[in-house]
């Protein structure tokens, strides 16, 4: 491997390790590493499909639903953007109840 190719593996694997919020078991930059990182954005993104998800299902219903406000969307998200699916779910579950009793 060259001088060249070893910067750019490195400015990689800065890149690859920056939006990665919580800690990992595994030592950054290495292919456990990597696939622990892609497992996290996968979850993610299964996240946000189900929150939408979620919204398409009230919205299908035959009673009128009130929905979340902006702000409370993008608390949910930042909730299970941050890791914590669980207690995001459990949030749009909690003021959904709350809303449409």
Request: charged content about 30%.
């Amino acid at each position: 491997m060259t001088h060249d190719e070893v910067v750019d593996m490195k400015d990689f694997n800065e890149w690859w390790d920056s939006d990665i919020i919580r800690s990992s078991p595994f030592r950054r930059g290495s292919p456990k590493y990597w696939a622990w990182a892609a497992w996290q954005a996968a979850l993610r993104e299964q996240a946000m499909i189900e929150v939408q998800r979620l919204g398409q299902e009230i919205e299908a219903t035959q009673r009128t639903w009130t929905t979340l406000t902006d702000e409370e969307f993008l608390k949910a998200c930042q909730l299970a953007e941050d890791g914590n699916y669980l207690v995001a779910f459990q949030r749009i579950q909690q003021w959904l109840k709350e809303k449409n009793k």
